[in-house]
């Protein structure tokens, strides 16, 4: 396996000062007093969008489809967001961030459109308006936190469901491997293609930052740890993620394009047993550990000869 | 711009185009656009105009074209779109959506069976699908009347009183592919009688705010409530634009209701578009030859012009409605709202619904004369009767 | 009719508990409804259950406006707000650790009965650490509230499918709930209040039911007129059951350091870049940094935490580094009247002068030579320590004020005389007695103390060209007097040492150097007899033609002694021979008492009063025989701190360690030890060694052969155990954005901190930690 073109980006706790620390105000993008879960994957999502805006001196608008991102506002005429936003129809976020977008376009003005939508807008409902906007590489950010479920709704199947993973529609584990968002998405040949951990912030605000100042679709898989669906302890959140990325589960890397590609971290194969065990949504469900490494493996070797065949310069 | 030669579409397009280039000094204008028979004329002819300051989206779906105009629409720009039929039963969801955001999106439906089964041609059921949400229905009867409505629909619109969406309906072919005289607006016209847009609550980065998250039940009904107020304001600022429209345009776009012989008429026909036209000829007819017979027009469906309708029919014993959808299980969906506009005030009025064109039928004058011959033979309204089409 | 309203949070499982509890009765054919109030509540938050049971069917659907009783899940729910509508006489059901007495005055009206469900949830892993599900334990308890049996409640979760341990929480809540004091002293079996618990009084309370009311409130906001955007208003740290404080534990290598320095603290600076502060944090402890970071033996890397991740931090170049690139400007404290008296100028002399020279006294050094500065200067050879290094150091001492007297030795009597002309004096000799060795031979050229020669060498007064040298011991003397001959010409040097490596008490990495440098190391040997080559003379001392002769003997390590050493023990008949022209001890050396009065003993900090009329302090090698210059420093700055405290009486800081306390609320006086660190939240990342001289040159110059660090990134490796570093990991992680800092505190808004433990998970360096609440 070809690793010279990946650089390992440092979960930083020995990195010091390269975290940013913007204290949370009333204006931030995520405000105190939302009602989401405690340890929401999305939640931390929010917080480290909102500083990496604030950082690059970036505005933004929002447009959220049915997901728990939506009901995070709360109660009119309160919000939890900073920001304004617009809850859109299930299906259709990158559509209306189309419209925002192309307004902000012909007015010639600045901030980001930001389309933050779960893995059920995105990967089901949500695809094909999705698609549409990538084809026409209509100006917007859309940024899919994945937490495997449609957790809004209490917890079903979706198509990023992992196998294994026991839903309310799934109540034996579900049987089919999860659908390859990113490679849909680079198909499109964007401008900008990245996954998004959030045990990762360096390289988190890095993505972010690299996807305000790119022209056209950006589409960011962020996973997103569910303590309520995934019946985790809320503590673990960044835990998982952070296992996800070690292990090889979710490669950390970069598409431009649709051509050129970057790794961002190299797993050290940790062994994923940690991973599982730690959410009881697979509980009661034989994980075979051996195969899911394998097919890591295989994958993160693909993306590895694409990275150093297409490696991405500058 | 001098009279002009052109379809339906032709008419519906150019007036959205000129509506949309009004707005070029504000903040320009956008849609999303999708194709589907018999209306794709429509967006061709915006995805060809030579605009200033507009965006057209060629999208995926008749969802995302509605889904890009909300966003148009809340970002502060003038937006529209066009569909049909199934189109805009795929796009329901965000028309709605439109309507409860209030955001003054005008919308050139050209109405057409829904499917299945394959079937292009005229038929209002799939305009009237949507008559439960807050959108403003206008129905026409010329090319004309299609120019000029969708001109009046933007400026009723987008005014700060109502701020709700508004659908202008044109049947499939019989208007749409047909040509016609028609006064095409120009831009001078439009500059001068649509104001430059601006949306009290467009989405600015200096105001947080969220759209369409939780409401509990008392907010959220004060929303259907304010909704309720807008829609019977509209009348009154309908008024307001007709006049205003003549001062620009030097004619007339019509009333909400247009009527023929209602001053002394014992049986009226009530009609929706195309068939309007040849009903019109029928009862003029029938009226030279001395009958009491009168026409409604109905060009404003939502709101319902309930009060002036009552009014029309003051000198009437029957109404015969003339309606070219069918409600499974009910009848006419015209008839239903009339007989409710009635209903405890005048019992003694014989309310008849006669399901005419359905499915793109052609209504001819002597299926009109039929009708009026049965009509004026009644001595009680029955079921729905199907015309054309043996018991 | 019955009617229970439940107040809960999302996830505890407020709404299955009415089902329970309606099942319950549905099976002994009652007719039911249980429901929720459903919005968007997420896990934590507030939320709202409702069940109702009557014999004849339910013609209701409204909410609970009057409830019967009430069932609170969570303690930190109760408040005037739940019990709106309660009918007097109803009871509360409450989950709290608390004796329905103590929550009487609270609810005069009602009776109320507690239980521990959280616990008894917890106990049997219902739910998650944050989240427990008490709805199971709960329902048991609500058995003798509502008047139930247990087994009608068993009954209704085996029917919904609730096992194993639901059943036993069920049952435990059940014996544990505490009902008022009068309600358990009349019949704790079935337990019946008056007009309440019985089915009969239920349902009479049922026929006074009051109807769901009709209410007309204002118009809603609409966002056409600008509404919308306000704040949320939500205090969600109610949801919490958990919260984290901040907490300080002491770092490994601050508690070893004999000088006292805060190595967390200066490194800290040094990771961001500033030397400046790493050197005031550094002379704050020690005036020595650039000497120390040359010449210590570095306890502080030998506990290092970062051993068990990817080895020790190099602390010793980074105190170099800071030493020699820091700059920092020395403020004393107002001057002060007292005079103090310092024997001898040795790193513990010299540090105790500088931290009472700091604290405004005046003070003199006495020192019997003409240079200032002890071993340091006589005893370290200048390719450990050069000689401007010491003298900048020293030189930085002497800026304070501090007056010397130097070639100016202390006797017996004058001791007794500077007592008198002194406020206090402190005796700082170090250790004056070298130990010899018996080797069957009497006086003579060849056999050299290793102290001695180091001084000589240093004056240039020596040569061993094309000399075999043996050098007897194993602690930093026998190496610089190893490595100093090699560098004077030596033909051979070989270092001979009784016990193993592993004993050695020289710093490892002197010995590595020594090896590389080409002295030979013989473990396990000890010198028995030195014989002039050729002779056989026992007492001869004249060389042979061919030097001398060495006998050693093998030894073997024994069984351990005192401090866990394993003793040498002779090898019998492993006697073997060495040629050598030149032997030097290096045995270490013992204190010389000769100043004091006869009879004295010596311990730290030890007021010889009674002796004198005048505090007199031995302190340093005299007093603690440690012979490393950190402990000489560290023994130095403690009496300096002693000495102020009895002259001014202020309180001083009197700590081993001198770690910076930050802003924290549990300060733990225990060490971090690795196990207790995150390791795994670090990048493993090789440490720094520095640049050194090439092998040729060294063995030819007395240069320093270290260059340190040119830089101080190395310090970014410090993991700043048990000590908040300010990394900010915390905040970057906290998913509500409620945890701050301000300045250098951590401040948690606990208004709005869900308590979900993420910044604990996250802390690297175990910092913060969670209670419950």
Redesign the interface.
């Known amino acids: 396996m070809t690793t010279e073109t990946a650089t390992r980006t440092p979960p930083s706790p020995g990195a010091l000062g390269e975290v940013p620390s913007i204290p949370c105000t009333e204006e931030c993008l995520l405000r105190p007093g939302n009602t989401n879960c405690g340890g929401c994957g999305m939640s931390v999502g929010l917080t480290m969008l909102g500083r990496a805006l604030e950082e690059a001196g970036e505005a933004c608008t929002l447009a959220i489809p049915a997901c728990c991102g939506a009901v995070t506002a709360g109660a009119f005429p309160t919000t939890s967001y900073g920001a304004p936003v617009v809850n859109t129809t299930f299906a259709s976020a990158a559509a209306v961030a189309s419209g925002l977008a192309c307004v902000r376009d012909l007015n010639e003005e600045r901030g980001q459109v930001i389309c933050w939508a779960g893995d059920g807008g995105t990967y089901d409902i949500g695809i094909a308006t999705l698609s549409a906007a990538a084809e026409r590489n209509d100006n917007i950010l859309y940024i899919c936190y994945d937490n495997e479920i449609y957790g809004n709704t209490g917890g079903q199947r979706s198509s990023a469901t992992p196998p294994g993973a026991r839903t309310s529609t799934t109540p034996s584990g579900k049987t089919e491997d999860k659908k390859d968002m990113m490679s849909i998405m680079v198909a499109h040949g964007i401008p900008y293609t990245a996954t998004l951990s959030i045990a990762h912030p360096v390289d988190f605000r890095r993505k972010l930052e690299t996807a305000f100042t790119i022209t056209g679709t950006r589409f960011l898989l962020m996973h997103s740890p569910c303590p309520t669906g995934w019946k985790s302890e809320p503590s673990d959140s960044v835990e998982l993620v952070r296992i996800a990325v070690s292990s090889g589960l979710f490669p950390l890397y970069e598409v431009w394009n649709g051509k050129t590609y970057r790794l961002n971290t190299l797993p050290d194969w940790t062994d994923p047993a940690e991973y599982f065990k730690r959410q009881r949504r697979f509980k009661d469900y034989e994980i075979d550990l051996d195969a899911t490494t394998r097919v890591c493996r295989e994958r993160f070797e693909r993306l590895a000869v694409l990275a150093e065949r297409f490696p991405h310069d500058g | 711009m001098p009279v002009e030669v052109v379809t339906g579409n032709h008419a519906a397009g150019h007036a959205l185009s000129v509506a949309a280039e009004a707005n070029r000094d504000a ?2 204008a ?1 849609c ?1 656009i999708y194709p589907i028979t018999p209306q794709t004329e429509i967006v061709e002819y915006v995805a060809k105009y030579p605009f200033t ?3 057209v ?5 008749e ?3 509605m ?11 003038r ?1 529209f779109t066009a569909s049909s039929s199934n189109g805009l039963a795929y796009m329901v ?2 028309i709605m ?1 439109a309507g409860f ?2 955001l003054p999106i005008v919308m050139a439906a050209v109405n057409r069976t829904l499917g299945p089964p394959w079937n292009i041609w005229a038929d209002h059921g799939d305009t009237l699908m949507l008559r439960d949400f807050p959108w403003i229905q206008f129905y026409c009867e010329s090319n004309q009347e299609i120019m000029d409505t969708t001109l009046l629909a933007f400026r009723i619109a987008e005014d700060h009183r109502i ?1 709700l969406p508004a659908l202008v309906a044109l049947d499939a072919f019989i208007l749409s592919h047909t040509q016609g005289e028609t006064d095409l607006a120009d831009q001078g016209q439009a500059d001068r009688y649509l104001p430059h847009l601006d949306l ?2 467009r ?3 200096d ?10 039940p ?6 259907r ?2 909704i309720d107020e807008a829609m019977l304001r509209v009348p009154a600022v309908f008024e307001e634009a007709r006049a205003e429209f003549v001062e620009v345009f030097g004619r007339d776009p019509g009333g909400a209701l247009q009527t023929l012989g209602t001053e002394d008429a014992e049986t009226i026909l009530v009609a929706i578009g195309s068939i309007a036209t040849t009903t019109h000829e029928v009862v003029q007819a029938r009226r030279a030859a001395g009958e009491k017979v009168g026409l409604i027009k109905l060009k404003m469906f939502r709101p319902f012009p309930e009060e002036a309708f009552r009014d029309a029919c003051r000198t009437a014993s029957r109404v015969g409605v003339l309606d070219r959808n069918y409600a499974a299980g009910m009848g006419g969906v015209f008839w239903q709202d009339i007989r409710a506009a009635f209903q405890s005030t005048r019992n003694d009025l014989l309310i008849q619904d006669y399901l005419t064109g359905l499915c793109g039928g052609d209504v001819t004058p002597a299926m009109i004369d039929e009708v009026l011959s049965d009509l004026m033979a009644r001595e009680r309204a029955e079921r729905p009767v199907w015309m054309g089409i043996a018991a | 009719m019955v009617e229970i309203r439940i107040h809960g949070r999302g996830g505890q499982g407020g709404v299955t508990l009415a089902k329970i509890i309606a099942t319950s009765r549905f099976l002994l054919g009652q007719s039911v409804q249980a429901f929720g109030l459903y919005a968007a509540e997420r896990s934590g938050a507030p939320i709202q259950a409702f069940c109702r049971y009557d014999d004849d069917p339910i013609a209701n659907r409204n909410l609970i406006y009057s409830p019967d009783h009430i069932i609170v899940l969570d303690p930190t729910l109760v408040g005037p707000a739940i019990t709106g509508g309660l009918k007097p006489g109803g009871w509360i059901l409450i989950n709290t650790t608390k004796a329905p007495q103590e929550m009487a005055e609270q609810f005069p009206d009602n009776p109320i009965a507690t239980v521990d469900a959280t616990a008894i949830a917890r106990a049997n892993k219902l739910g998650t650490r944050s989240v427990p599900i008490v709805n199971t334990a709960l329902a048991g308890a609500s058995a003798r509230m509502l008047g139930f049996e247990l087994s009608e409640i068993h009954d209704a979760l085996e029917h919904l499918g609730f096992v194993g341990p639901n059943i036993v929480a069920a049952s435990q809540a059940h014996e544990a709930l505490r009902l008022p004091e009068a309600v358990e002293d009349e019949a704790a079996e079935v337990p019946v209040v008056e007009g309440v618990l019985a089915e009969e009084t239920a349902e009479a309370a049922g026929a006074v039911e009051t109807p769901a009311p009709y209410t007309v409130v204002p118009r809603g906001p609409s966002f056409l007129e600008g509404a919308g955007g306000d704040l949320p208003g939500i205090e969600t740290g109610q949801w919490a059951t958990e919260q984290p404080h901040r907490q300080q534990y002491v770092p490994p290598c601050n508690h070893v350091c004999p000088a006292g320095n805060d190595v967390q603290g200066f490194l800290h600076a040094l990771a961001h870049d500033d030397p400046d502060r790493a050197l005031e944090i550094l002379l704050e402890s020690s005036p020595f940094p650039a000497v120390c970071g040359r010449v210590c033996p570095a306890p502080c890397m030998a506990s290092c935490n970062r051993i068990d991740l990817d080895g020790a931090v190099n602390v010793r170049q980074l105190e170099r580094y800071a030493g020699d690139n820091g700059n920092a400007s020395l403020t004393p404290m107002e001057p002060r009247d007292e005079r103090v008296g310092v024997v001898g100028s040795g790193p513990a002399g010299l540090t105790a002068a500088y931290h009472l020279a700091r604290y405004g006294y005046r003070v003199t050094v006495y020192e019997s030579t003409a240079d200032l500065g002890g071993l340091l200067r006589s005893g370290i050879p200048r390719f450990r320590l050069p000689e401007d290094v010491l003298d900048e150091e020293i030189g930085r001492i002497l800026s304070l004020g501090v007056e010397v007297e130097t070639e100016h030795p202390i006797d017996r009597r004058e001791l007794m005389d500077m007592a008198g002309r002194h406020d206090a004096v402190l005796v700082a000799t170090g250790l004056q007695e070298l130990r010899g060795l018996r080797l069957g031979i009497g006086d003579t050229p060849a056999v050299d103390q290793g102290i001695d020669f180091l001084d000589l060498a240093r004056r240039g007064q020596v040569r061993v060209d094309g000399e075999d040298v043996v050098v007897v011991g194993g602690g930093n003397t026998a190496m610089d007097a190893a490595r100093s001959s090699l560098r004077l010409g030596a033909n051979s040097v070989r270092v001979v040492y009784r016990r193993t490596r592993d004993e050695m008490p020289a710093i490892a990495e002197e010995i590595d150097e020594a090896l590389e440098e080409g002295v030979q190391l013989d473990y396990l040997t000890q010198p028995i007899t030195l014989q002039p080559n050729g002779s056989t003379a026992q007492e001869s001392s004249d060389p042979g033609d061919g030097g001398y002769r060495l006998t050693g003997r093998r030894m073997e390590l024994g069984e351990p002694v005192e401090a866990g050493r394993r003793r040498p023990v002779e090898i019998p008949g492993s006697d073997f021979e060495l040629t050598c022209s030149r032997l030097i001890l290096a045995l270490g050396q013992s204190p010389d008492l000769s100043v004091f009065p006869e009879g004295t003993e010596v311990r730290e900090g030890d007021e010889l009063l009674g002796l004198l009329e005048t505090p007199v302090f031995a302190i340093g090698d005299l007093a603690t025989n440690d012979g490393t210059v950190a402990g000489a420093i560290g023994s130095g700055r403690r009496s300096a701190l002693h000495i102020h405290g009895a002259l001014s009486g202020e309180r001083t800081e009197t700590t081993e360690h001198a770690t910076a306390r930050r802003d924290v609320d549990v300060w733990h006086d225990e060490v971090i030890r690795s196990d207790a660190m995150r390791l795994h939240l670090f990048e493993r990342q090789a440490g720094q060694e520095g640049t050194s001289l090439p092998m040729a040159t060294r063995q030819s110059t007395f240069d320093e052969i270290h260059m340190g660090l040119t830089d101080p990134s190395e310090a970014k490796r410090c993991l700043s155990c048990g000590v908040c570093n300010e990394c900010d990991l915390c905040v970057t992680y906290c998913p509500e954005g409620v945890l701050k800092r301000v300045g250098h505190r951590l401040e948690f808004d606990y208004a709005y901190c869900k308590g979900c433990g993420i910044c604990v998970t996250e802390c690297p360096r175990n910092v913060i930690f969670m209670s419950h609440l």
């Not at chain 2, 889904?67 to 720009?77: C, E, F, K, R, T």
């Not at chain 2, 105001?207 to 509990?216: A, I, N, R, S, Y």
């Open positions: 903040r320009g956008a999303g300051k507009c965006r989206v060629p999208v995926e779906s969802h995302s074209a889904g890009v105009s909300i966003g148009a629409s809340l970002a502060g720009a937006a969801e965000n959506v955001y209030r701020l009290p609550h989405m600015r980065h105001d947080p705010k969220t759209l369409g998250g939780l409401m509990w008392d907010v959220a009904a004060s929303l409530l304010e």
